[in-house]
């Protein structure tokens, strides 16, 4: 098809998916449980990195930890004592385990203690460093600054901490390693994206739905690749690395520059319900 009829039928199927339908099934509806800004950040987050298998197993899972923090993430993790954490000791999804759980725990009591929002601990505010960089590590050339800075620098403070397990890096990526950063990418588009239609939160402010970059997994790349939105040679790798997030989101930024990765709905709706 030519161009405008490729943005015409991605638009069509944006609107199609992007609806409070959507949610039911998938990873966002565990932070859509809350109303609490921080009880949804706490839950997407972990909803986010728990994301991969299949969708059933991944929603049991994060109630599941819904459940062992009695119903209340952001009240749990300020609060809990020490022989609240035995709880946590059984807990596993895939390579996720126990160990995990427990960091996780751990910096989250930490980091609320001090800050409201989890949304602060992307933003690089070092004195003399702008918010965001001007270009990207892959070469690529970027209309607007992409929130690679961001992803590096929520990566850095997660992992400086005295306890934290060497074996929990693998669960948060970094685009400074060349990662897709799908299961970032997903949680960023959930609290930064803003529309009237329900399903993205638009809680966070400071970073903006332009500078998202679109999460690329099985589905996405698939349908990304049979129309032709995505031929960067590391889309056909077992797993598409950050170049190929950025080439495929400055693909769909011609198409809708405020707003690229809302094609993110159209791309996964085609292909997970067979459509393509």
Known sequence: MSEPELIDFLNRKADQY????????????????????QDIEIMGFWAAVLAWGQRPVILKKSNELIELMDGAPYDFVRNHEESDLKRFLAFKHRTFNATDALYFLHFFHTYYQTNDSLEDAFINTAAGKPLFDST?????????????????????????????????????ATPARNSSCKRLLMFLRWMVRHDDRGVDFGLWTRLRPNQLVIPIDVHVNRVARTLGLLTHRSATLPQPDWKAALSLTETLRRFDPADPVRYDFALFGLGVEGEL
């Open 18 to 37: 992007n609806r409070p339908s959507f949610i039911e099934r998938d990873p966002i509806s565990i932070p859509h449980r809350f109303s609490r800004k």
């Open 136 to 172: 990207n590590r892959s070469g690529f050339p970027a209309a607007v600054p992409t929130v690679e800075s961001a992803l590096i620098t929520f990566h850095d403070r997660f992992c400086c901490d005295p306890f934290f397990p060497e074996r929990t890096r693998k669960h948060i």
